[in-house]
Structures are given as C-alpha cells and as structure tokens.
C-alpha cells in the first residue's frame, strides 16, 4: 500500500493531462481512474468539473462518476 500511495500523486497527474486530450477514450478512461485514484486525485477534482460539459456524453459521464467518488457525501 506505502508503494502505491508513494505514486498515486504522480499518476494523478499524468492522468489530469490526459483530460484534455482529443481521443474520446483516453479522456474518458483518464476521468474514471482519476476517480479509482483517490485522495491523491482530489486536487483534479476542477478539472473534472470541467469535463461535466465534454460534449461526449460517456466523458461527461466518466467526470460524474470520479467526482462523486472524490468528493465527500455531506
């Protein structure tokens, strides 16, 4: 887990880039394991936001699902 955790900031970061790609599915796959990441993917959270207007639906779909698994339920 310590291993895992040492990298996760990294890989956030990777995949936050990847948001803006062109490709459809990278974009959509980014969003998604952003929200697999975790804590370490909650700084991303605004550009996820950003995503809520992706004009593919299965994007902004992805985005829906990683916010609510980074966000707190209040």
């Known amino acids: 887990k310590d291993a895992l955790e040492s990298v996760a900031p990294r890989c ?10 062109g490709d459809v599915e990278v974009r959509r ?14 700084t991303h959270v605004e550009a996820l936001r950003a995503l ?3 004009p ?3 994007v902004a ?7 609510g698994a980074l966000t707190p339920r209040g």
Do not use: Q, S, Y
Not at 12 to 21: E, K, P, V, W
Not at 61 to 67: I, P, Q
């Open 52 to 54: 809520l207007e992706d």
């Open 61 to 67: 779909e992805a985005a829906r699902h990683a916010l």
């Open 56 to 58: 593919e639906p299965k």
């Open 12 to 21: 956030a970061a990777l995949l936050a880039g990847m948001l803006r790609d």
């Open 29 to 42: 796959l980014a969003a998604l394991n952003l929200g697999f990441i975790g804590r370490a993917a909650r």
